[in-house]
């Protein structure tokens, strides 16, 4: 073993405090409770931003494609060949026209914007990111003049299944009085929960028909949503599509119109991973003054040992060992704690806000009603692997000058 027993015994000797030396040990234990909270937290934050962005990414492509076909100008008219023939492309999964735009909801005099959506029947119940959260009512209704909600939405304007919605559509009738805006009541067959407040609170689904007449858009869609295998490698899917559509259209990938938002939570990220990584160095830092208080204290030791035989390696491997003990025994401690909090995170938000009486994760301001967590053990590892070697660095000059230290002048100034 590259430690022997003496040198184990030394080490842990020297960590184990005697009342003079009380204050020499405080130090090491606030370093390993620095390194070990500084680990945990860097494991936790780390896992909580991986889950968000997990989170968002994974809703935002299962409720829009993850490319999209915009006309030129204007809707898409004779959409179906184009869409057989995006179809055909090796990767697409499916091919979804679709007719978006923003309308007035209207429910007893009180009024909200939303995007009004629509998609045929047999689209929207293999969408599993809507159809399997379905809370109330059911898709076999999803038709004619029926549509699905959200399900903050049906809370804000106290709507059920069966209930009826107006909308007003931003595009009036011309009249002899002027442009009137054109309304028309639609019942509520299915109310929804994706988890994702923004499409909970504002998103309304319509059978693709009833979307054609009521903006006004006859046998001609506003897109063509495409979703492929892999929606990461979204780059290698973009050459055979322009292929197919030409110069007669135009191509946004889900990487394009989700560009700022995912780059500023990448930003985000590494900011947030360098900052918590200084808790770390600022721990370290206080191994290196308590090793070289502790080297200071045990001069007159350190000059007996070499008396008795002891090598300068075991004195330098003396007192690494006791340094990185500190290290080790912390990050291990953090690594603990920061996995079991991360496996836990919203049990344990759910316990503080029922003890502080406050909401701690507004679905409002983070867009999502759950608090995520992911654990990327790759990651984890190079956290602790980051741990130990700043605590391994920080007991090599302490180690090194124990080792330096001349017996003959320790003990004659002691």
Do not use: C
Not at 12 to 20: F, S, V
Not at 145 to 154: K, N, T
């Amino acid at each position: 073993m590259i430690f022997g027993a003496f040198e184990r015994m030394v080490a842990m000797r020297y960590l184990r405090a005697r009342r003079q030396e009380g204050f020499i040990s405080v130090i090491a234990g606030f370093s390993l409770l620095g390194i070990g909270l500084g680990v945990a937290t860097l494991i936790i934050v780390m896992a909580v931003m991986n889950g968000f962005r997990s989170e968002l990414l994974g809703r935002v492509l299962g409720l829009n494609g993850h490319m999209n076909v915009y006309a030129l100008q204007g809707p898409l008219t004779d959409y179906g060949a184009m869409a057989d023939r995006l179809r055909g492309i090796p990767g697409v999964t499916s091919v979804t026209p679709t007719v978006e735009a923003q309308a007035l909801v209207t429910v007893r005099g009180v009024s909200s914007g939303s995007i009004v959506r629509g998609i045929s029947p047999e689209d929207f119940k293999v969408r599993p990111t809507v159809s399997n959260h379905i809370v109330r009512g059911t898709l076999d209704d999803f038709r004619d003049e029926r549509v699905a909600i959200g399900i903050r939405m049906a809370q804000r304007l106290g709507l059920r299944v069966g209930d009826e919605l107006t909308l007003i559509s931003p595009q009036g009738n011309p009249s002899a009085f002027g442009t009137v805006p054109r309304m028309r009541a639609y019942s509520i067959a299915a109310i929804f929960d994706v988890g994702m407040f923004e499409y909970d609170n504002n998103f309304i689904f319509m059978p693709l028909p009833a979307a054609q007449v009521f903006f006004r858009v006859p046998d001609a869609v506003t897109t063509l949503e495409l979703m492929v295998q892999q929606p990461r490698l979204i780059s290698q899917y973009r050459a055979p599509v322009q292929d197919v559509i030409g110069g007669r259209a135009r191509l946004v990938d889900w990487q394009q119109s989700n560009a700022s938002f995912f780059n500023a939570l990448s930003v985000e990220r590494n900011v947030m991973f360098l900052i918590l990584t200084l808790i770390i160095l600022v721990a370290a830092f206080n191994i290196i003054s308590s090793m070289i208080m502790l080297v200071k204290d045990k001069g007159r030791d350190i000059a007996i040992l070499r008396t008795m035989g002891a090598t300068r390696g075991m004195i330098l491997r003396i007192f690494f060992l006791a340094g990185a003990s500190i290290g080790v025994i912390g990050t291990v401690f953090g690594l603990v704690l920061g996995v079991a909090f991360a496996e836990n995170i919203e049990a344990i938000r759910q316990i503080l806000q029922n003890l502080t009486g406050t909401e701690l994760f507004s679905a409002e301001i983070y867009f999502l009603s759950q608090l995520p967590a992911e654990i990327d053990y790759g990651e984890v590892s190079r956290v602790v692997l980051m741990a130990l070697g700043l605590s391994f660095g920080a007991t090599i000059y302490p180690a090194w000058r124990a080792a330096k230290l001349d017996p003959v002048e320790a003990l004659r100034y002691e």
